[in-house]
Structure formats: C-alpha cells, structure tokens
C-alpha cells in the first residue's frame, strides 16, 4: 500500500520561515509529478508548488519568490521550504503524487494526510 506522508508543519511567526517534508512508503513503482497544495478554511484546495521527476517546477503566483519546492527522486521525498511566511499562508499543506504501484499501471492519485501550517504572532 503506498502512502505519502508530510512533516514539518506547526506555528510560526509573520516573516518567519519554516521547512515541510513529504516521503512515500509501500515500494511505488514510480512517482512522476509530485507536488505541494494547501487548503485555508472555507477556501478550496490549490496547488502551490509542483515537481516532476525530471525536476521541472512550478509555483503558484502567490509564493513564488518566497517557497521552494525540492525533490530527492530516488527516495520517492519532496521537501518545501518556506520563507518571509505570511498569515495568510495559513491552512493544511498536503502532499500529492502521481503514483505508478506497478509498471503495467496507469497511475493514480495519492494524497497525504496533510499538516497544519499557521502563521501568527
């Protein structure tokens, strides 16, 4: 059973900077897009930084400059680095993968549990 996994999260100051991790487990067979997205209460889930295999990355308009999205490909890991924090990056921070369990398959969608990420004074 593959599972993704997210750490790091917690509460931080304005400005602050703060450090998540994402690891699989269960042997996948292959994760090719692998990505970060957050949801803040009452709003919908959005993608704010995504990476695939190959290392191409993307961000959402409102982290750029200030996130860093990074990927130990061997070991199936991506990490978030997160600076001059806000209060409205407040909200639960999930990783996602596009997991291939075995070569014959086609591929689906893996969620972590998510980790909560508030930025207060």
């Known amino acids: 059973q593959v599972q993704l996994m997210e750490s790091g999260g917690g509460l931080v100051q304005p400005g602050g900077s703060l450090s998540l991790s994402c690891a699989a487990s269960?042997?996948?067979?292959?994760?090719?897009?692998m990505a970060w997205y957050r949801q803040a209460p009452g709003k919908q889930r959005e993608a704010v930084a995504t990476?695939?295999?190959?290392?191409?990355?993307t961000y959402s308009d409102s982290v750029k400059g200030r996130f860093t999205i990074s990927r130990d490909s061997p070991k199936y890991t991506i990490y978030l680095r997160m600076t001059s924090l806000k209060p409205e990056d407040t909200a639960v921070y999930y990783c996602?993968?596009?997991?291939?369990?075995?070569?014959?398959?086609?591929?689906?969608?893996?969620w972590g549990p998510g980790t909560q990420v508030t930025v207060s004074s």
């Open positions: 990476i695939t295999r190959d290392g191409i990355i």
């Open positions: 269960g042997s996948p067979y292959d994760i090719y897009n």
């Open positions: 996602y993968g596009r997991v291939r369990k075995t070569f014959s398959d086609g591929g689906g969608d893996y």
